[in-house]
């Protein structure tokens, strides 16, 4: 069973940058596409962005270009999501979930999730 | 970009009812491998999203078999047979055929 441990709540002020990580068990990281989802106080869930392995490549959503950059320690079996110049509405849970990174065009869905990491942007 | 739209919003059932969730995509989700890339989770109060249905109609590992997913192109439906009080919750839809991913607004699953 995979789980994915993330690390603590973080408070930034705006303009700051904030790292997540999140720590994969019971899998090895090289095995797993890992996405980065976030959800605002009160508000639904909005992709930021992942591995998408029908394109061989990191892609990021619109809104997060230019400020955030996803990494992974294979040695570690640790996912990164670092965003910078954090502004009020960057305040949210951010999660990470993976799917298994399948042959050819395999999909089986974000099955497995964090527990969330909380960030808030106060001055 | 694809723009997911679910409908109701909210939803109040009574336990042993069922429940029946819509969402549509602006866009097809149909893969040239003949699955469609549309995903629904449940978020419970107070805790993170889980996997319930993917590739439109595939029960993830541990669901039961009280919710089922269907349709094609660009309208789905999560059925939910019998609601339990365990069943409370935001539902979303997620299509993964065309990054960047897009999520429904949620549907507020509560009981009456």
């Known amino acids: 069973q995979i789980q994915l441990v993330q690390s603590g709540a973080e408070v930034r002020k705006p303009g700051a940058s904030v790292k997540v990580s999140c720590k994969v068990a019971g899998y090895s990281l090289i095995f797993l596409s890992m996405h980065w989802v976030r959800q605002a106080p009160g508000k639904g869930l909005e992709w930021v962005g992942g591995f998408e392995a029908e394109e061989g490549k990191k892609i990021y959503a619109q809104n997060f270009q230019g400020r955030v950059i996803m990494t992974e320690d294979t040695s570690t079996d640790t996912a990164y999501m670092e965003l910078s110049s954090l502004r009020s509405d960057d305040a949210a849970v951010y999660y990470c979930?993976?799917?298994?990174?399948?042959?050819?065009?395999?999909?089986?869905?974000?099955?497995?999730w964090g527990q969330g990491t909380q960030v808030i942007v106060s001055s | 970009d694809v723009v997911m739209t679910q409908s109701p919003l909210s939803l109040p059932v009574t336990p042993g009812e069922s429940a029946s969730i819509s969402c549509r995509s602006s866009q097809s989700l149909l893969h040239r491998n003949g699955y469609n890339y549309l995903d629904w989770y449940l978020q419970k109060p107070g805790q993170s999203p889980q996997l319930l249905v993917y590739l439109g109609s595939i029960r993830a590992a541990g669901v039961p078999d009280r919710f089922s997913g269907s349709g094609s192109g660009t309208d789905f439906t999560l059925k939910i047979s019998r609601v339990e009080a365990e069943d409370v919750g935001v539902y979303y839809c997620m299509q993964a055929l065309q990054p960047p991913r897009s999520f429904g607004q949620g549907t507020r699953l509560g009981i009456k």
């Open positions: 979930t993976s799917q298994i990174t399948g042959s050819g065009s395999y999909y089986g869905g974000l099955d497995s």
